[in-house]
Structures are given as structure tokens and as C-alpha cells.
């Protein structure tokens, strides 16, 4: 079992920034990491990925305004978000897979305000 937590989310206006964090209860035998979001009456999407080796993927929409990241030594994940718009606005959620098993945390609420 993987615990994923997460915190950052809040209420910015547009343009401004946000960090989420992603801490994990442990860290042995996770390969990839990746955000979600999920939008009122939308499918949850990818956001963002990074795989044990950090390489990176972004979904179109969030290119050049989003990096995510790791920290290892940390058991921590992160998603810088600049520049952010209205549309931007969701649900959060933190996966993490371990030994073939897929993990979510219960997510944190981004609302960017026009």
C-alpha cells in the first residue's frame, strides 16, 4: 500500500501560480508519477508524468506553463503551475504506481478565477 497526499491547491487569479506537492508513505518500488485533474462534469486527464528515470510528458494544454518534478530523497512529487488560466480550474490528483499497482491520492482543489 502507497498513501499519496496531497497540498498546494487553492484560489489564485489568472496569471498567477501555484505548487502542488505529492508526499508519498514510501518510496521503494514506484516507477512512474503523474498529475490528474478532473474539471465538474469532465473525464479526469493526464496533466502531467514522470517517469523513475525523470523523464517528463504533458498533456498540450498545460505546455511551457507546467513542470513537474521529484524528489526522491523526499518521497515527494511536484507540480509547478504558472501562468494559469480559468480553465486550468479542478480537481488535482496525485497517482503513483508500485509493483504494477496504480495509487491515487483524494486530491486538492485548483480554482483560477478570470
Known amino acids: 500500500q502507497v498513501q499519496l497526499v496531497e497540498s498546494g491547491g487553492g484560489l489564485v487569479q489568472a496569471g498567477g501560480s501555484l505548487r502542488l506537492s505529492c508526499a508519498a508513505s514510501?518510496?521503494?518500488?514506484?516507477?512512474?508519477m503523474g498529475w490528474y485533474r478532473q474539471a465538474p462534469g469532465k473525464e479526469r486527464e493526464l496533466v502531467a508524468r514522470i517517469s523513475s528515470g525523470n523523464s517528463t510528458d504533458y498533456t498540450d494544454s498545460v505546455k511551457g506553463r507546467f513542470t513537474i518534478s521529484r524528489d526522491n530523497a523526499a518521497n515527494t512529487l511536484y507540480l509547478q503551475m504558472n501562468s494559469l488560466k480559468p480553465g486550468d480550474t479542478a480537481m488535482y490528483y496525485c497517482?503513483?504506481?508500485?509493483?504494477?499497482?496504480?495509487?491515487w491520492g483524494q486530491g486538492t482543489q485548483v480554482t483560477v478565477s478570470s
Open positions: 497517482a503513483a504506481r508500485r509493483l504494477g499497482i496504480d495509487y
Open positions: 514510501k518510496r521503494f518500488g514506484i516507477t512512474a
